[in-house]
């Protein structure tokens, strides 16, 4: 599901007519056919002097090379970067005159939904760490609204302030249990069922909201209108809980969620499309330059018994980390999961034993000369491993001044648990 939202957003969000101004409706979106989810093998066998080779059977990849490299985004250069920073400045200002604690609050939650929270760190720790300080250290807070308690709890564990659990049994009664009133709350409901998924073990408060919200907000949700914006908000906050989302692809649902709701800050729509649609041409050149490497690599074309998924690996990148100054990072990231990916296959479905232990010394060794006991097929897959290993320890060594190659060594002997297949 999140590969066949990520290919959706290749066609961008809204498109922006001019730098200055932005315009409504959704691109359309292709429809592509998921993968299937892998099967695990065990390591093949000899049979009668014949080397019997198993197979998961995968699909070949949907993402061909040429289309990649045909991917292309308008959203480059001066225009839409001065732009960006004239928005960012007047939500500089907005972030500043906002006085109210639930002004600032709803601020930097829709900040950080619209996926704009990066360009904001230094105002939106300045803003928490005095929320915190004013309400839980000098503890002056007076209001007892739970939508307030629950996004200002929400936020503050986010950003790892240890804030009690015993905030919310204000809203609780004598027998422990919330009060009666809460149930016509859907949207302290809502910002309640989001903050539980922020508890510790043993955090019994919020383990009793969380099963009290899912309970009340499935009830909404089954008689409600399903186009109202709340009515989206909690049928997608049940399908899964903030806390465990994708912030891109959170990013991508929520601006245009966003945009029919009656109250939403132009600026922040704006910003939020023309961003979306920069940083995206970013992650297209970084998955461009990833997809020369792995054709270079010939892993893809030439070990056909082993999985071809260098797109979705790099999309678990921009899962980790989106922001565009760290394209340096999803590249290797990218490498290094597109590399344990072949690797795993070559010891979960198609290596014989010998061939597994010849190629575990190998690696240990990290010796290019001992490569010449490995049949073929190993061969490639060591050669590349070894170049790719070595290129990045090089380029962190030359371009930050870190040796991480002794990290490297100890992540690349393979685990022992194929032993046991």
Partial sequence: MALT?????????????????ALAGPVSSK??????????????????????????NYQTSIWEYDFVQSLTSKYKGEPYTARSEKLKANIRMMLANASKPLDQLELIDALQRLGLSYHF???????LKSLFYKNHIENTKTVHDLYATALE????????????????NHFKDEQGNFRAWIHDDLKGMLFLYEASYFLVEGERILEDARDFTTKNLEKYVNKCNPSEYLSKMVSHALELPLAWRMLRLESNWFINVYETKTDMEPVLLELAKLDFNMVQAIHQEDLK??????????????????????????LWTVGVIFEPQFGNCRRMLTKVNSLITTIDDVYDVYGTLDELELFTDAVVRWDLNFMDRLPDYMKLC????????????????????????????????????????
């Avoid at 590349?384 to 992540?411: H, R, T």
């Fill in 5 to 21: 939202h990520f290919a959706s957003s290749f066609c961008t969000l809204p498109t922006l007519a001019s730098p200055s101004r």
């Fill in 31 to 56: 429809n592509y056919r998921s993968l299937p989810t892998k099967v695990r093998c065990m390591v093949a066998t000899e049979a009668a002097g014949q080397i019997v080779r198993r197979s998961a």
């Fill in 121 to 127: 760190v230094d105002e939106i720790k300045s803003t």
């Fill in 153 to 168: 709890f929400r936020l503050l564990r986010q950003h790892g302030y240890k804030v009690p659990q015993e905030v919310f």
């Fill in 289 to 314: 330059h990833s997809s020369r490497w792995w054709k270079r690599t010939g892993l893809g074309e030439k070990l056909d018994f082993a999985r071809d998924r260098l797109v979705e690996n790099f």
């Fill in 382 to 421: 060591f050669l590349a491993f070894y170049n790719s290993v070595n290129e990045m320890a090089y380029n962190i060594l030359k371009y930050q001044g870190i040796d991480i190659l002794p990290y490297l060594k100890k992540e690349r002997r393979p685990h022992n648990s194929w032993r046991n297949t």
